[in-house]
């Protein structure tokens, strides 16, 4: 039987979509003032255990640093600009760690989806501190941070860390492989996260009566969001928040 899902349709992709540098609190605000009660932000491990929010295994892209993000402390990763690239607008946003993130969305009662994002070698190492983390964050919030990951030796450190906190597992686009079930059943997981051009009917329709749940990422087009929607999917993230609105549908005025 599925068990109930309390996250909202849609998620803000890495906080504010396009809209904002991602992964930085900017980004949270700007999702949350566009009415999204959802957001989707990466988190990994700093070289003295801080967890903080970042996609790359490297600075550069998002960042006026550059080399591997593990080779950094949060004192010097805390220094770094990492809103410049987006824009002048959010120039010298800094990185975040997840405990701010966390207390900022809690006042806000908007929904988590913590992706855990490994640096290299580091996979059971990120996974159990940032589940451990999350507990203590959201200890006692009426909706627990969901986690997921590509990385299942992340998922299942998490899982031993916190047992009690909801799991998902990412597959790469075109990799749902055929043992899917079997994979989400063995470490306890709720939900299939999985590239919107990988979901079927079959595929949903099966999920659901094994109870699990399907997250669908990343969906950019309102028709997209509307025929996932349609076909049963329970979550999606989006980078595209003025096409896809917190509901599912367009924004008025569209």
Request: negative net charge; hydrophobic residues 45%; charged residues 20%.
């Amino acid at each position: 039987m599925t068990q109930p899902w309390p996250y909202p349709r849609v998620f803000a992709h890495r906080g504010g979509g396009a809209f904002a540098p991602e992964n930085t609190l900017a980004a949270m605000r700007e999702g949350a003032d566009r009415g999204f009660r959802g957001v989707e932000f990466d988190v990994k491990l700093s070289a003295d255990g801080e967890p903080f929010l970042l996609h790359d295994d490297t600075l550069e892209r998002t960042t006026s640093g550059n080399g591997p993000a593990v080779s950094r402390t949060w004192a010097e990763l805390a220094r770094l600009d990492a809103g410049s690239w987006h824009s002048p607008r959010f120039a010298g946003e800094p990185l975040v760690r997840l405990e701010a993130i966390a207390r900022a969305l809690r006042a806000r009662a908007i929904a988590a989806n913590v992706e855990i994002k490994p640096c290299p070698g580091r996979d059971a190492e990120t996974g159990a501190a940032v589940a451990r983390a999350c507990a203590a964050l959201w200890h006692g919030a009426p909706e627990p941070p969901l986690l997921s990951s590509f990385s299942v030796e992340a998922l299942h450190a998490a899982r031993a860390a916190a047992p009690q906190l909801p799991l998902g597992i990412l597959f790469e686009p075109g990799e749902i492989p055929p043992d899917w079930p079997h994979l989400l059943a063995t470490l306890g997981a709720q939900a299939l996260h999985a590239w919107f051009e990988d979901l079927t009917p079959t595929c949903v329709e099966a999920a659901h009566h094994a109870g699990l749940r399907v997250f669908a990422y990343t969906v950019n087009t309102a028709a997209d969001a509307d025929r996932l929607l349609q076909m049963g999917v329970d979550s999606l993230c989006t980078d595209r928040l003025d096409l896809i609105g917190p509901g599912g549908t367009p924004p008025p005025g569209l």
